[in-house]
């Protein structure tokens, strides 16, 4: 039995699904899978389903529907939250998080005083590889501004690259998470943060998917301009539930 699950949600990934499974299988430390799927009508499930038979440490979470990044990471939680599993993991399907750095964030995570571990793309300079420079000033200055309104000194506010340790999940009210796109990360880094939980964050590279397509769209990016001051606001009015 692993002590690590990776969390991957899906939505259309016909063309990276099994490469990835594949991969994390093949690194030196011993992972499981959970992918979460949102109903793909591409044959996702399909192709995970097969796979299963070959790797017993493969699981599935199946809905009914696209519902959301958050609301699949937060259905993936409670379920790793129900075995033994003491580290887990969040990261994208489309190899823009490069698998070989989960053994960074790993031993992070079970070696130094971290409690929750993030893979950074501007804890050393900018490290993305092949966005358009208006996504990476985007991207960049909306870390910026989210520190800024925060307070918090996490660079990557938004990078959907972590590992938890189970305790900080535990403690999180996963039903009071709102946010659903990107917003949804920086809510679970300020949580994490307000009660006080040590964050480190790790250098990695970022590179832009190469198949199937991107899920960004303005309502994800207006939901985390937005979502940010209310995250600030609640917490200064002591109603921000946690």
């Known amino acids: 039995m692993s002590n690590a699950i990776v969390i991957i949600p899906t939505y259309n990934e016909k063309e990276n699904v099994e490469r990835m499974i594949r991969k994390v299988f093949s690194l030196a430390l011993p992972l499981h899978i959970l992918i979460v799927d949102d109903n793909s009508p591409d044959g996702t499930r399909t192709i995970v389903k097969k796979l299963q038979e070959e790797f017993p440490q493969l699981y599935m979470l199946e809905r009914a529907g696209k519902q959301g990044l958050g609301t699949a990471y937060i259905a993936g939680f409670k379920w790793c939250l129900q075995k033994e599993y003491r580290f887990i993991f969040e990261m994208d399907c489309d190899f823009s998080h490069n698998p070989d750095d989960l053994i960074q964030l790993y031993e992070t995570a079970n070696n130094e005083p971290a409690d929750m571990v993030i893979g950074s793309r501007y804890v050393n300079g900018v490290n993305v590889v092949n966005w358009p420079m208006s996504r990476v000033i985007l991207s960049y200055y909306a870390s910026m501004y989210v520190r800024i309104i925060t307070g918090m000194s996490i660079r990557d506010t938004t990078s959907g690259f972590a590992c938890y340790k189970r305790e900080v999940l535990e403690k999180l009210n996963l039903d009071a998470i709102k946010f659903k796109g990107y917003a949804f990360q920086i809510e679970m880094k300020f949580k994490t943060w307000c009660l ?47």
Do not use: C, N, P, W
């Open 196 to 242: 006080g939980y040590k964050i480190k964050e790790v250098s990695i590279i970022f590179t832009d998917r190469k198949e199937g397509q991107s899920k960004m769209s303005g309502g994800i990016i207006k939901e985390a301009l937005f979502g940010v001051l209310e995250l600030k606001i609640k917490r200064v009015l002591g109603v921000l539930t946690i």
